[in-house]
């Protein structure tokens, strides 16, 4: 059976205009700061 479905992972001019949102700056924030470390713990974990 063929599949005729085309994905198209381009941008479009109406997406470029929009932008994006940046959902890593979360990741920067610190809650509970380390009394000598501060918020970088200096863990880098790969991903």
């Known amino acids: 059976m063929r599949n005729n479905k085309v994905e198209n992972y381009m941008e479009n001019d109406n ?13 920067f924030e610190c809650e509970n700061p380390d009394e000598h470390l501060g918020c970088d713990l200096g863990i880098d974990v790969a991903g």
Do not use: M, S
Request: charged share 45%; proline share 0%.
């Open 15 to 27: 997406e470029r205009k929009q932008g994006h949102v940046d959902t890593r700056q979360k990741n």
